[in-house]
């Protein structure tokens, strides 16, 4: 079965420091991925996505992920975390046999703490 | 900007009531989706409409039932309101079918009591 995982329900994250939110994919094929954001009382955003080509992606707010083929992961990371991150984070991955539907993870709540 | 738009944030009904929640997007798009999220099980597709009068069923669509006439508008149907349907619901659009992100509204609240 296609599925997604994110295996953390929450990470907390000092202000300043790095964060990671670990996002790892079951698809056949090769897999398009995203990463979307949803902020306290708001609808989700879209982050980043991965097609193909180089294997870190770049997002908006300063966000990145990784895509890894052989650990079947999409790690959504940043360098140095604001407390203005603190949201919930899912990554999603579109099977390639799939035209539209997309399957999301169950979500991470980021917390970064002053 | 694009923009999605949901009829009500907040909605409370009664068990047994047909319940409507509408979708509006304003960018042309030719999908449009309806997931519901719950806490834990993240989004979950309920039904997804690829042009007008055209749709699929998702994951759960059980229960649901779902109208496209308009291009920009999409409608989910709760036939008979249920106390297991109490949940936030999210409409999304998306352009094409190339890999493009999708655009959500602001969600729904739906509590049926």
């Known amino acids: 079965a296609q599925s997604v995982a994110q295996p953390e329900d929450q990470v907390n994250v000092a202000e300043g420091n790095p964060l990671t939110v670990k996002c790892t994919y079951s698809?056949?094929?090769?897999?398009?991925l995203f990463w979307y954001v949803q902020y306290p009382n708001r609808g989700l955003q879209f982050l980043l996505k991965y097609i193909t080509g180089d294997n870190l992606v770049k997002g908006s707010y300063g966000f990145e992920a990784e895509f890894n083929k052989s650990q079947t992961s999409f790690h959504l990371k940043k360098p140095s975390a604001l407390v203005s991150d603190s949201a919930l984070y899912f990554c999603?991955?579109?099977?390639?046999?799939?035209?539209?539907?997309?399957?999301f993870g169950s979500g991470t709540r980021l917390s970064i703490r002053p | 900007d694009v923009k999605v738009t949901q009829s009500s944030r907040y909605l409370v009904k009664r068990t047994g009531e047909k319940v409507f929640l509408e979708c509006v997007q304003d960018?042309?798009?030719?999908?449009m989706f309806w997931y519901r999220q719950d806490p834990g099980l993240g989004l979950r597709l309920i039904y997804f409409s690829y042009d007008v009068k055209m749709k699929e069923k998702g994951d759960i669509p059980e229960g649901y039932s779902v109208s496209r006439e308009k291009k920009e508008r999409f409608s989910l149907i709760l036939e008979s309101a249920s106390t297991n349907q109490t949940s936030m619901y999210l409409c999304a659009s998306k352009v094409g079918t190339g890999v493009y992100e999708q655009y959500f509204g602001p969600g729904t609240r739906l509590t049926v009591t």
């Open positions: 999603a991955v579109r099977p390639y046999s799939s035209a539209s539907k997309i399957i």
């Open positions: 698809v056949s094929g090769n897999p398009y």
């Open positions: 960018m042309d798009h030719e999908n």
